[in-house]
């Protein structure tokens, strides 16, 4: 399985040297990846539907328990299955629809590095493998979101998905941690034996709202679904492939895994239901209100996504079955859809569906094509479509709470799209031909072939719904870990209440769809309420937070270093204050100190002058000579106390900081203009209340009682062990040499960053 | 800065403090000293050259950039550090020392060429910082 996933990413490598080659008629070369692959997990099929798993594991970084660790089940196989077959019609798509484009090989590089990170995605078993291939989707779709680079609508677009998806991917790396520190593995296999554990840890709700942040995001549900209109700004093949079919159906697949370890609690259900059922009524209502064809599918996409959580939120097995069996339906009619839409907006210049009408006179196979998929997408019988929509109000229906207002909600949902798929599908076919659409002709079969093969699946999934039962809907009942009852998937149920809430569903649609029309004055009403919206809230947040930070930058960094220098020792006193005073026990035994000798006396008169001189003095250089003074009467002191090389360090270093000093300073001006007096007190309480603090805080250290043990250590095998007797030297060069080795790195570091800025200044100066 | 007094000075000290610096350097492993010090020692003693003598000309002593000796006291300290996993299949920074201690230097281990190595790292990087910014000032 490794080698499925790694495909893609060395066919995109390939293409940065050998793209142009695949710019011309070569480009519907490339679809033979994704086909290649499509067979390749065709041939899991049967081994799956057995209910076997296959696990493959290689290792990583095995001592963080990260690995790339597969797995193909029920699950994984429907999804990779989606990404490849829904891909090879894409890319063949692609190939006519971008013809001759100047950059068809970069676009063929951006996705088939989508569809291996999306292969990776749904086939890792390991979390953070998984949370990996989760951001290189992000990444991707960032790329093609934004493949009309020169385009303002469109980097903003790219901008926005990326960062709504990309806060989702730093939720889940969140989710990932906490799981497998509860857990005690990062694999998804492993931590079902651990749901009790999981269930009950007192991190169980942040877990969710993790996982959560990550799968709403993702599969844009409300209220951070905005970001799914804005990315059809892409080239319609990528709005196929990434924004309907496969990437935003990422989030729906992460709770899928996750059910089973994590749905132990009622919150689990409760918060997706209503997610689910918000996102889901709410863009189906906003349906009505557009006008582009890309928009109307948009919307119906999220709803739809909002019904997969929903469902999966009321995670019985007939709900989890309708889940499947419903990403099956929408993956085949919305990807359909929006390649009809493409083709339309490619041969007549428009998207607009109050303008399209009669193109059936000049594009027929489309027209067939979208008549198919309209029916698929609005659950007309004998379609998989009407399998799927009667999963959904079964599991309704059966619902242990609130089973009324759940199937009104599904009702309404469902009455809506069925309008959706009449208008994207039907409506721009029918009708009187405009005359300016007369000279429209039907483009190449690569374009048109690809929705009606989907469309057809559709139909014989739905002739024959065995087919889906036995390869997708049994096996994924088995990775959801239930008892499950054996079902059958059917087209007639006989008479009962699901059947008619099917027929209200069709005979609502379909007077929908008669009395209401797509008008330009709805979506004007609606662009009103604009100001409430979601998006529009969250970009305001997004730009107060920038102005926020950028007033809070502006008082931290004013570019003056006594600022800096006093911030920063303000922020240590409270802290070093906090922590000491919180705490405070001084024990000084004055039994135990030495007495006063005349050296000491004298060395300490000596330090006071130098300090009050550097203070009071009206010269630079002078301060620097006595802050000197000050730093060689303390190497005196060290010497005194017996630290010979910390007495010579010290010398060597003061010596060369007031070399340094004098450097800089002795060509300025003397003292212009002194601080004032009130500026002076403020320091001056500053650095005095910083020196009493660490004296306390070193009186305090010396007042614990002393771990000797190190020091001993190194005293007994400095000879021993490094044959020296300066244990200082050897813990330098031999027991800690590894640290010296980085603290020299550190000074070079430090040595070449000074002589880098002032060297480039030196060279701008000398160009003026 | 140029006074007779300090010049005439600076041309009997600066080889005293550079003898000094080795001595110190070498003497570290048994008595106070090391590789950092003495590496500052050196550099002071270039520095007071530089103050008596003048910048240029003790940039013409020193023939190369001092910035130079960092990368090459950085490269000898970790060929001593891989020098135990070359000659005798130990660890990383392990020290080995040759069996016979030899005379005025004393006894020879990888420990000393490490401390070479930063003696030269800290004569490089003192005196690029002191040269860059007394050429900038």
Sequence with gaps: ???????????????????????????????????????????????????????????????????????????????ALMITGVGTLVFVYTSAYLKDHKYLDRFYGYLSLFMAAMLGLVLSDNLMTMFIFWELTSISSFYLIGFNNDKEDSRKSALIALGVTGIGGLMLLGGAVL?????????????????????????????????????????????????LPGAMKAPTPVSTYLHSATMVKAGVYLLFRMSPVLNGAEIWHTVLIVVGGVTMIYSAI???????????????TISALGILVFLIGIGTQAAL????????????????????????????????????????????????AGFIAALISGGVPPTLGFVGKDLIYESTLHFKDNAILLTIIALSTNVLLFYAGF?????????????????????????????????????????????????????????????????????????????????????????LYFVLKPKHSLENTIAKLD???????????????????KYWTNIFQTGYLRHYLFIIVSFLILLLGYLIFSDFSLK????????????????????????????????????????????????????FYSAPDLAMTQFSVDTLTVILFVLVLYRLPKYLNLSDSRLRIKHGILSVSFGVLITLLILKVLGETKNTEVTEFYAENAYKLAKGKNIVNVILVDFRGIDTMIEISVLIVAALGVFGLLKLRLKTKDKK | MRTLILKSASSYLIPVLLIFSVFILLRGHYLPGGGFVGGLVAAIAFVLDAFSNGLE?????????????????????????????????????????AENPIPVIGAIGSALFFDLGVYLVVIGAALTIIFTISESA
């Design chain 1, 286 to 300: 906003h349906i009505i209100f557009r006008t582009d064809l890309k928009g109307i599918l948009a919307y119906s």
């Design chain 1, 423 to 511: 208008v994207a599908g039907v409506k721009p076919f029918i009708g009187k031909l405009p005359k300016k659409f007369e000279k429209v002709h039907l483009p190449s079969p690569l374009m048109w072939v690809p929705p009606l093969i989907m469309t057809c699946a559709g139909l014989v999934f739905g002739l024959f719904p065995g087919l889906i039962e036995t390869a997708i809907a049994k096996p994924i009942a088995m990775t959801q870990a239930l008892q499950f009852e054996d079902f059958h998937l059917k087209l007639w149920h006989g008479f009962n209440t699901i059947l008619a809430l099917s027929a209200t569903t069709l005979i609502l649609g379909t007077v």
């Design chain 1, 531 to 549: 100001v409430i919206a979601p998006k529009t809230l969250l970009l305001n947040l997004s730009e107060g937070f920038a102005v926020f930070s």
């Design chain 1, 588 to 639: 000084i035994d004055t039994s135990s100190l030495a007495d006063l000798t005349i050296y000491e006396i004298s060395i300490l008169i000596m330090l006071l002058l130098g300090v009050l001189y550097t203070v009071f003095t009206k010269s630079r250089l002078a301060a620097v000579a006595s802050l000197g003074v000050v730093g060689l009467s303390f190497s005196l002191l060290f010497l």
């Design chain 1, 1 to 79: 399985m490794l080698e499925a996933v790694l495909l893609g990413f060395l066919f995109s490598l390939f293409l940065v040297f050998a793209g142009s080659y695949f710019r011309g008629r070569l480009a519907v070369l490339s679809s033979l990846i994704p086909l290649s692959l499509f067979i390749y997990f065709s041939t899991f099929i049967s081994e799956i539907a057995d209910g076997k798993v296959i696990y493959e594991n290689h290792e990583w970084i095995p001592s963080f328990g990260v690995n790339l660790s597969f797995t193909l089940d029920g699950l994984a196989l429907l999804f």
């Design chain 1, 321 to 368: 079955i309708a889940a499947a069996v419903f990403i099956v339906v929408h993956a085949l009619y919305k990807a359909s859809l929006f390649l009809i839409t493409g083709i339309i907006d490619h041969e007549t210049g428009t998207r607009d569906v109050t303008q399209l009408a009669g193109l059936r006179k000049v594009l027929l196979p489309v027209a067939i």
């Design chain 2, 57 to 97: 000309k003790t940039k013409t002593i020193l023939k190369i950039h001092p910035g130079f000796l960092m990368p090459l006291g950085l490269l000898v300290a970790f060929l001593s550090g891989i020098s135990p996993m070359v000659f005798s299949d130990l660890p990383f920074m392990t020290g080995i020392w």
């Design chain 1, 179 to 227: 799981l497998g520190d509860v857990a005690g593995t990062y694999r998804i296999s492993e931590m079902l034996s651990s749901r009790e554990a999981i269930a009950d840890s007192s991190h169980y709700v942040l877990i969710l709202f993790f996982i959560f942040s990550a799968a709403f995001t993702k599969s844009a549900q409300f209220p951070f679904h905005f970001w």
